[in-house]
């Protein structure tokens, strides 16, 4: 995560604002009376939040773990051909 003054981002507002939503990266400003604060797109923030969520539900942990080993053991769900022509349209 890049870090700037809070000087160097009031001076750069506009273009660190767009850096940070450009390379989706947060960005760190330093405050010298006071705590620090971070920029970050309200998408990546959501997106944030989404996996926060999903890794403090076990229930959804254990449903990835399970898919996961399914995958690995090549155990998923195969459509019939007949499934797979009306997926695709044929």
């Known amino acids: 995560m890049d870090t700037v003054s809070v000087n160097k981002f009031r001076d750069n507002l506009k273009k660190l604002v767009e850096q940070s939503l450009s390379k989706h990266e947060p960005l760190r400003v330093t405050r010298r009376a006071g705590e620090d604060f971070v920029v970050i797109s309200a998408q990546d923030w959501e997106r944030e939040q989404e996996t926060l ?5 076990s229930s959804l942990m254990q449903q990835l773990a399970d898919s996961a080993k399914t995958h690995i053991e090549r155990k998923g769900y195969t459509p019939t051909k007949e499934q797979m ?3 695709t349209g044929i």
């Open 53 to 57: 969520y999903i890794l403090q539900n």
């Open 85 to 87: 022509d009306e997926i």
